[in-house]
């Protein structure tokens, strides 16, 4: 099949946050990638074709996949069995990468994905804690953030449901031994918890993006990777190889579009 992708064409904003989410993943190696939500998992399918063939991927649901087919489509080759209950293995064994939704992230990385306002009478009752405190303490956990917004990054999270790395501290060696917040990536930048104290830090702002938008969205201080010289990079846009696999292989239908709008361009 020949690609329509011209090689001056735009990558959308949607594709440059497929990127970054794949290149979360690049440096993992065999390991079980577990991507919740549409973008994680274009994301994760996308690094498996280009800067990590050796990551695991699966269906979803019980089934690890040899090939790497179309979003919510089944694999034509099935290389193992994993149903729920083998997850839960996988899990605290900790040979795991997963990348979670965040309602809240605060500046300590802490994650709430439980309820917003108080515990005892919340304002809103939301999925509750799950496998986050499980993940966080076990595995390499990362976030993708579709909003960017202040009640998303926020100064505290009014539930942990995902442990960041000083809270893991307090907690002791049991909980920070495998705590590994890795990437937070959202539609305005990609972060870590690599600043002072172990808190948010901006490490590259999307096209078009800049260091004062991202701090006007954000509810807490960000701090910067690079605050003197060039500063903060600009997050790479995807190549024309990868803009042929998500638009003709993984994502053809534009399903990524519902996450980001397409208007949300890289330039």
Same mark, same amino acid.
């Given at each position: 099949? =020949?690609?329509?992708?011209?090689?001056?064409?735009?990558?959308?904003?949607?594709?440059?946050?497929?990127?970054?989410?794949?290149?979360?993943?690049?440096?993992?190696?065999?390991?079980?990638?577990?991507?919740?939500?549409? #973008?994680?998992?274009?994301?994760?399918?996308?690094?498996?074709?280009?800067?990590?063939?050796?990551?695991?991927?699966?269906?979803?649901?019980?089934?690890?996949?040899?090939?790497?087919?179309?979003?919510? +489509?089944?694999?034509?080759?099935?290389?193992?069995?994993?149903?729920?209950?083998?997850?839960?293995?996988?899990?605290?064994?900790?040979?795991?990468?997963?990348?979670?939704?965040?309602?809240?992230?605060?500046?300590?990385?802490?994650?709430?994905?439980?309820?917003?306002?108080?515990?005892?009478?919340?304002?809103?009752?939301?999925?509750?804690? =799950?496998?986050?405190?499980?993940?966080?303490?076990?595995?390499?956990?990362?976030?993708?953030?579709?909003?960017?917004?202040?009640?998303?990054?926020?100064?505290?999270?009014?539930?942990?449901?995902?442990?960041?790395?000083?809270?893991?501290?307090?907690?002791?060696?049991?909980?920070?031994?495998?705590?590994?917040?890795?990437?937070?990536?959202?539609?305005?930048?990609?972060?870590?918890?690599?600043?002072?104290?172990?808190? #948010?830090? #901006?490490?590259?702002?999307?096209?078009?993006?800049?260091?004062?938008?991202? =701090?006007?969205?954000?509810?807490?201080?960000?701090?910067?990777?690079?605050?003197?010289?060039?500063?903060?990079?600009?997050?790479?846009?995807?190549?024309?190889?990868?803009?042929?696999?998500?638009?003709?292989?993984?994502?053809?239908?534009?399903?990524?579009?519902?996450?980001?709008?397409?208007?949300?361009? +890289?330039?």
């Amino acid at each position: 099949m =020949r690609s329509t992708v011209s090689t001056t064409e735009t990558a959308t904003r949607a594709e440059v946050c497929a990127a970054a989410i794949a290149d979360a993943f690049k440096d993992d190696g065999e390991i079980f990638a577990s991507p919740m939500g549409l #973008l994680p998992m274009l994301g994760v399918r996308l690094a498996k074709l280009t800067s990590n063939p050796d990551l695991v991927i699966s269906d979803g649901e019980s089934l690890f996949l040899a090939g790497v087919p179309p979003l919510f +489509a089944k694999g034509d080759v099935v290389e193992g069995w994993i149903p729920f209950r083998r997850v839960f293995d996988v899990v605290a064994w900790g040979k795991r990468h997963v990348m979670m939704g965040a309602t809240q992230v605060d500046r300590h990385g802490n994650q709430n994905i439980s309820a917003i306002g108080d515990f005892d009478r919340p304002q809103r009752q939301l999925l509750g804690s =799950r496998g986050a405190p499980g993940n966080t303490v076990n595995n390499r956990t990362s976030y993708w953030v579709p909003r960017h917004s202040p009640r998303v990054f926020v100064e505290r999270v009014d539930v942990v449901s995902g442990v960041g790395p000083k809270r893991a501290q307090e907690a002791g060696p049991a909980a920070a031994r495998f705590n590994d917040i890795h990437r937070i990536v959202s539609n305005l930048g990609v972060f870590d918890v690599g600043g002072p104290d172990e808190t #948010l830090r #901006l490490l590259s702002v999307h096209p078009g993006v800049t260091v004062q938008e991202v =701090r006007d969205a954000s509810g807490c201080e960000i701090h910067l990777a690079a605050p003197e010289g060039p500063g903060v990079p600009t997050t790479r846009e995807p190549t024309t190889e990868e803009l042929v696999l998500i638009r003709e292989v993984l994502d053809p239908q534009g399903l990524r579009d519902r996450e980001v709008p397409p208007k949300e361009t +890289a330039r």
